[in-house]
């Protein structure tokens, strides 16, 4: 069998960059291998949570291509996406602005995927633009900011550059189960984190929620729903993920010993749980 690294050769890949306004939008396309056409499959669009990139999936993509398309987004201010002079992280406008990516690129369809505030993200995309979403999948998506079980770390002022990469590691432990060896990609991408950024984006995640909490945003759309969570996870209450079950439908799936970042811990359960939810 071809390992991920192999694999990932072997893929039909594109970066792209889509212009909506002042935004620069960087777009991972990854097709199945071979001469798949795209049209015939399954899109998944995979948007990340807060302090991290697009990057972040990468070990779910050689397990996810053989049956889908994969469509990874770097949110403004991320990863390889410009950050304007003013960007406005309101989920709706969020929301409105990956549509516009995916009108720009001609998709439809697709299966909106998000980890952490990357599900609010798909939620508000779904709400903004039904038209273009035909199912959702969050992550460790917390229902509401009563499931927020995680203490708060003020990283204003915090001398970044000088910290060892094993005091990263320590600042981002709760975002994994305990004892998890957190990759050095991702801690290469916690490095790059922009403070502005992370704290408008945390902002309007709690206004969001604040506002209305997701499942009622859920029940009103009426999109079939696979919630997945790690059963220890440190940021969210676990047991919150129940929440979720008054979406008509809607399929709950807890994993046992992972945390708040199953994508990356355990990639293999995570994909067979998107393979099977898109085959259907």
Not at 97 to 102: A, E, F, I, K, S
Not at 118 to 123: C, K, L, N, P, S
Not at 242 to 262: F, I, R
């Amino acid at each position: 069998m071809n390992s991920p690294d192999s694999y990932a050769d072997q893929q039909n890949s594109q970066d792209l960059i889509v212009r909506v306004g002042e935004h620069r939008i960087h777009v991972r396309l990854d097709d199945p291998p071979g001469d798949h056409h795209p049209t015939e499959q399954t899109t998944l669009l995979l948007i990340h949570g807060t302090a991290a990139s697009s990057r972040s999936w990468q070990p779910l993509v050689p397990l996810l291509t053989p049956a889908h398309r994969v469509v990874r987004v770097d949110l403004p201010g991320c990863g390889e996406s410009a950050l304007p002079a003013a960007t406005n992280y309101a989920v709706d406008d969020i929301g409105s602005l990956l549509g516009t990516v995916l009108e720009r690129l001609e998709l439809a369809g697709v299966v909106a995927v998000g980890h952490s505030s990357g599900g609010v993200f798909a939620v508000g995309l779904a709400q903004q633009r039904p038209d273009l979403v035909r199912a959702l999948t969050v992550i460790d998506t917390g229902p509401d900011m009563s499931a927020y079980i995680a203490e708060d770390i003020d990283l204003r002022g915090v001398p970044w550059t000088g910290l060892t990469d094993e005091q990263l590691r320590l600042a981002m432990r709760d975002g994994f189960h305990p004892g998890y060896r957190i990759p050095q990609d991702y801690v290469d991408q916690f490095r790059e984190l922009d403070f502005g950024v992370f704290g408008a984006v945390s902002a309007s995640i709690r206004e969001y929620l604040a506002s209305s909490s997701l499942p009622q945003r859920l029940v009103r759309l009426g999109k079939p729903l696979l919630v997945i969570f790690g059963d220890q996870d440190q940021r969210w209450d676990p047991a919150s993920a129940d929440d979720y079950l008054v979406v008509d439908g809607a399929k709950v799936q807890l994993l046992n010993g992972l945390g708040h970042s199953p994508n990356l811990e355990d990639p293999a359960r995570v994909a067979a749980l998107l393979l099977d939810f898109g085959a259907r």
